[in-house]
């Protein structure tokens, strides 16, 4: 079946750099997704990274793919305060045609 | 604006109510979906429309009923509902459907629904 996992909570200092972790279970993805949640907003996609890639950067923000671990991060340098929010993760495979969300990771930035 | 409005933001109503939620975007898109935010739960995917077409049904109950009258317009029909169906009810569209490369999903901001 199709999962994608994510730890619920994440707590970072402002300047610090923060890495949020995702792992999926299906390996014929072809693309993989970040997408960002402010409150009280919908999501807002913020980067995403086709399967033969294994790096993917965009200004503060650097994706990481592991797909023999089947594993994704998203780092993002000099954490900001307006970097607060809640942030998903997710696939798209060919064969199922669906994007399949994590259950998405809150970042905390504290002073 | 996001391109994508979404109607009430916050909706009360009983168990014996009736009511519809409201998704319409400008953007030119010919996919839309309605997707179910729970706490602590991954996006639960319900429905998806291409080209008007209902392409996909998640085994959603029949107390949801979609509707979609043309490309820029999007309803979920509510009734007899649960209280565990209390949610943030996320519409989103696309240019086409999810399987033509990288396409990428603009969300609303949601409806809030509470099922007393």
């Known amino acids: 079946g199709e999962d994608v996992e994510q730890s619920l909570f994440l707590s970072v200092r402002e300047g610090d750099s923060s890495v949020i972790n995702c792992t999926y279970t299906?390996?014929?993805?072809?693309?993989l997704y970040w997408y960002k949640q402010e409150p009280g907003a919908g999501l807002q996609l913020l980067t995403y990274?086709?399967?033969?890639?294994d790096m993917k950067q965009d200004q503060r923000l650097t994706v990481l793919l592991n797909k023999k671990d089947k594993h994704l991060s998203l780092r993002i340098a000099d954490t900001q305060t307006g970097d607060s929010a809640i942030y998903f993760c997710?696939?798209?495979?060919?064969?199922?045609?669906?994007?399949?969300f994590g259950t998405g990771t809150r970042l905390q930035v504290t002073l | 604006e996001t391109g994508v409005t979404q109607t009430p933001r916050h909706l009360v109503m009983g168990m014996t109510n009736k009511k519809s939620l409201k998704c319409e975007q400008h953007?030119?898109?010919?996919?839309m979906y309605w997707y179910k935010q729970s706490a602590k739960k991954p996006l639960e995917l319900m429905f998806v429309?291409?080209?008007?077409?209902?392409?996909e049904n998640n085994s959603v109950p029949s107390r949801f009923s979609p509707e979609c009258p043309n490309s820029s317009h999007l309803f979920l029909h509510l009734h007899t509902l649960q209280p565990e169906d209390s949610a943030l009810y996320l519409c989103?569209?696309?240019?086409?459907?999810?399987?033509?490369?990288?396409?990428?999903?603009?969300f609303g901001a949601g409806s809030r629904l509470t099922v007393l």
């Open positions: 989103a569209s696309s240019q086409e459907g999810l399987n033509s490369g990288a396409n990428v999903l603009t």
């Open positions: 299906d390996s014929s993805s072809t693309y």
């Open positions: 990274i086709f399967s033969n890639m």
């Open positions: 997710a696939e798209i495979t060919g064969t199922a045609s669906k994007l399949t």
């Open positions: 953007l030119g898109h010919n996919a």
């Open positions: 429309y291409n080209f008007k077409e209902q392409t």
